[in-house]
């Protein structure tokens, strides 16, 4: 069972415990990079015409840099991001929307100032072609947080697979 940890992150708190996690369990990990990166202007959401929220109210695309490689060699997708206005920022479904999902397991994972995970998986859902098993979806604080959510995932995975 091969793991790929793939990532989104602004300000590196999502990508602090994605790369703690993934340096724990062995697993691969992809970094979600805009194709044009987000300066600390870009992501300041208090101006309304910073590019976040033109982003947010245009439902823009935000290309992705780089591809995953081997994408067929994994079972389970760790992925992870921050939320933003309460759901997942738009590069990250334009990530999701990049690749075929048939078959796949699910972990979803966010960081947040405080909101919780919401509707964000049913929200991601059009975007995952092939309609994987999304297995878990929760805020998180910690790179532990994670190991638990992802070990209550494979549990569960694995039930569902006998
Ligand atoms: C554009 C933008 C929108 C955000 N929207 C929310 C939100 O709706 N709810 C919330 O709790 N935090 C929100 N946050 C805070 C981030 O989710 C939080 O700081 C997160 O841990 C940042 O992760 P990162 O360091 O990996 O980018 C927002 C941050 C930004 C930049």
Redesign the pocket.
């Known amino acids: 069972m091969k793991k790929l940890v793939a990532y989104?992150?602004?300000?590196?708190?999502?990508?602090g415990i994605a790369k703690a996690f993934a340096e724990d369990t062995g697993s691969d990990l992809f970094e979600i990079r805009p194709e044009k990166p987000y300066s600390a202007q870009d992501?300041?959401?208090t101006n309304p015409l910073?590019r976040?929220?033109r982003e947010?109210f245009a439902g823009a695309e935000v290309p992705v840099a780089g591809t995953v490689e081997g994408w067929d060699r994994y079972d389970t997708v760790v992925l992870g991001?921050?939320?933003?206005?309460?759901?997942a920022?738009n590069v990250v479904r334009t990530f999701c929307s990049g690749y075929d999902w048939t078959g796949k397991n699910v972990v979803l994972f966010?960081?947040?100032?405080?909101?919780g995970i919401g509707k964000t998986a049913e929200k991601l859902k059009p975007y995952l072609k092939g309609n994987p098993k999304i297995l878990a979806a929760e805020v998180i604080r910690s790179a532990e947080e994670l190991g638990r959510l992802a070990r209550q995932a494979d549990a569960e995975g694995a039930g569902q697979g006998t």
């Not at 991001?81 to 759901?87: K, L, N, R, V």
């Not at 966010?110 to 909101?115: I, L, W």
């Open positions: 989104f992150s602004a300000e590196g708190t999502t990508a992501i300041r959401w910073a976040c929220n947010k991001f921050p939320i933003w206005y309460y759901g920022p966010a960081t947040s100032g405080g909101s």
